[in-house]
């Protein structure tokens, strides 16, 4: 799924698993007009949300729906230690999840001892660069590598309608060393 807002790290690592033997199909979900997620909000003044996954739905989940033939199995990588997310409610019928890594009892690191034994480099955790569930350290660590992809979040946040944040209750530059931030502040 490119929602239009993937971490350049996650686009590149799909391109390098898709070949010959493993054929990855990408689906652009259908955002009302706008070209990508981020564009979306910014049409609409809002940013994804922690309380009710607007973006999930609207972005994957809806998009996925539309490319399945049914009956179909579809495969989520959502593991034991994030059993909590399981939402079989959201699948429609003739669809069947399976939840290979959950059944299995795999945390994050044995898939990426798996990932590891197949030689392959261990890829960073996906999400979009304006998703809610963003730890504070992601941030951190999307800032060294993505200054650029902070100040567009930030400036989604600055059009949103709500009185509201893209990561916790505090602006998404508030996680980020404040000497460097005023570095890239001043190249603007």
């Known amino acids: 799924m490119d929602t239009g807002c993937e ?3 996650t686009l590149d690592y799909v391109k390098m698993i ?5 054929k990855v199909t ?3 979900p259908d955002f009302e007009g706008s070209q990508s997620l981020y564009d979306h909000c910014k049409k609409k003044n809002i940013i994804p949300s922690l309380c009710n996954r607007w973006c999930t739905g609207k972005a994957k989940i809806r998009t996925m729906r539309k490319y399945m033939e049914r009956p179909c199995n579809v495969h989520i990588g959502i593991g034991w230690y994030e059993r ?3 939402a079989e409610k959201t699948f429609k019928k003739g669809i069947t999840p ?3 890594l ?3 009892g795999y945390t994050r ?3 990426i001892s798996l990932i590891q034994e197949y030689k392959l480099p261990v890829p960073i955790k996906s999400s979009c660069f304006i ?8 941030v951190k660590q999307l800032w060294v590598n993505h200054p650029d992809l902070v100040m567009k979040a930030s400036e989604l946040e600055k059009t949103c309608k709500y009185d509201t944040y893209i990561v916790g209750h505090k602006p998404i530059l508030s996680y980020v060393p404040h000497k460097t931030r005023k570095l890239i502040e001043c190249e603007n």
């Open 84 to 86: 909590g997310r399981i």
């Open 7 to 9: 971490k350049p790290e």
């Open 109 to 111: 690191q044995d898939c």
């Open 18 to 22: 898709d070949n010959d033997v493993h």
């Open 26 to 28: 990408t689906l652009i």
């Open 102 to 104: 959950e059944r299995e």
């Open 131 to 138: 998703c809610p569930f963003m730890k504070k350290k992601e």
């Open 98 to 100: 399976q939840y290979i």
